[in-house]
């Protein structure tokens, strides 16, 4: 069955630098989430988006922006790096149904090292 | 705003001994629950969900989990772990129209041969 995709598996950037994530929904999945990972820690959530909208958002910096497109994929933008910014980044995606959203899928993640 | 606590950061059990992981989350009305699963150097899984009914819920790899809204808690249990159990263990809930999932901050998981 098809899954979550994520692009690229692995990331090095230097401080100061840009760095976009790439998230490929399951087929039929309106909803994407991204989360982020820290070395040690649970999964904060970041924001999220249902039909191209933003429909959520949680700890995402301001240096971060996101944004679903037509096909439902989405991308996560990040300038201006920072060495605290090196995590796991995991993209979800599910299917809003009835207002309520079944559990999300996710994807292998993104692993960032800003160095 | 909801949150979620889960009992133990680290639990360290041999092969064979029974195992409870123990999930309580603040939101006073209906939720969905759910179990995730990390093996080390893997991205989380679904191990088990609860939205209704049966507040038992039977899961993979022999895994279980037990609803008791009154205590407002989702306990993860298996009977006999093995080695290959060893990983981060995270309970997540859903509010029943939310779309934002809330993770507890995670039980890691030892199983020693």
């Known amino acids: 069955a098809a899954g979550v995709i994520q692009s690229p598996r692995h990331l090095i950037k230097e401080k100061r630098e840009t760095a976009t994530l790439k998230c490929y929904p399951i087929?039929?999945?309106?909803?994407v989430y991204w989360y982020q990972q820290g070395p040690g820690q649970d999964p904060q959530f970041l924001i999220s988006?249902?039909?191209?909208?933003?429909?959520d958002k949680g700890s995402i910096p301001d240096r971060f922006s996101a944004q679903q497109f037509s096909d439902y994929h989405s991308e996560l933008n990040m300038s201006s790096l920072e060495l605290g910014d090196s995590a796991l980044y995991f993209c979800?995606?599910?299917?809003?149904?009835?207002?309520?959203?079944?559990?999300?899928?996710f994807g292998p993640g993104t692993r960032l090292t800003v160095t | 705003a909801q949150s979620v606590s889960q009992h133990n950061h680290h639990v360290i059990l041999s092969e064979a001994a029974s195992l409870e992981l123990g999930c309580n989350y603040s939101?006073?009305?209906?939720?969905?629950l759910f179990w995730y699963v990390q093996y080390p150097g893997q991205h989380l899984q679904l191990l088990l969900k609860?939205?209704?009914?049966?507040?038992l819920v039977k899961g993979i790899k022999g895994f279980e989990a037990e609803f008791i809204k009154s205590k407002f808690s989702f306990n993860l249990r298996k009977p006999s772990v093995q080695w290959s159990d060893t990983a981060e263990y995270f309970c997540?809930?859903?509010?029943?129209?939310?779309?934002?999932?809330?993770f507890g901050p995670g039980t890691r998981l030892s199983v020693l041969p």
């Open positions: 979800a995606s599910s299917f809003l149904a009835g207002g309520t959203s079944y559990e999300q899928y």
């Open positions: 087929p039929r999945h309106d909803t």
């Open positions: 988006f249902y039909e191209k909208m933003q429909s």
């Open positions: 939101y006073g009305g209906t939720v969905n």
């Open positions: 609860y939205f209704s009914g049966d507040p």
């Open positions: 997540a809930v859903n509010e029943w129209y939310g779309q934002n999932f809330v």
